[in-house]
Structure formats: structure tokens, C-alpha cells
């Protein structure tokens, strides 16, 4: 069941999911024509009612709501230093 988010968890929502943050979704129970469990995705924006914009892996576009929608960060490795394996001098 949706519930309507308050202004200041939008927000919150927008800080925590930024543009370009990889989701594995679990299930999706109320959508009709669900994406598969297991399916990861990219989170492309956070709307003002605080549904997750994502394109999914299967090239797929849906909205992820959260709190219905059952889903996790993918947590990815940090990139290596511009520097790492260069002499400083």
C-alpha cells in the first residue's frame, strides 16, 4: 500500500539514491507487469513524489517505489586513485 511522503523524506530519498546508483530489485507486488527478482538497475532520478526513475538491466524503464517496492543498494567498489602506481617524486 502507498503511502504519500512527506517533503523532507523526498528529499531524503534524493540524497540517498542519487543519479547513477546501481539497485538489485527483490519484487515489485502491486505492478502488473513486475520486473524479474534479481534484475539490477540504475537509478536515473528521484521525482517529487519520491517514486526511483531506474533503467534496468534488461532495458527495461520502470519507477521503484519506495517502501512497496522491495529492493537493495549494490554497493560498488571504489575507484583507484588517478595517482595509484605513479612516482610523485
Request: aromatic residues 8%; hydrophobic residues 30%.
Amino acid at each position: 500500500m502507498y503511502r504519500e511522503l512527506k517533503p523532507y523524506q523526498i528529499e531524503r530519498l534524493k540524497e540517498q539514491y542519487p543519479p547513477g546508483t546501481r539497485i538489485e530489485l527483490h519484487f515489485m507486488p502491486d505492478d502488473p507487469r513486475p520486473i524479474k527478482p534479481g534484475t539490477c538497475g540504475t537509478v536515473r532520478f528521484v521525482d517529487d513524489i519520491g517514486t526511483l526513475h531506474c533503467e534496468f538491466d534488461d532495458g527495461r524503464m520502470l519507477g521503484v517505489i519506495w517502501g512497496v517496492d522491495s529492493f537493495s543498494v549494490i554497493e560498488q567498489e571504489e575507484a583507484p586513485a588517478e595517482s595509484e602506481g605513479m612516482d610523485m617524486g
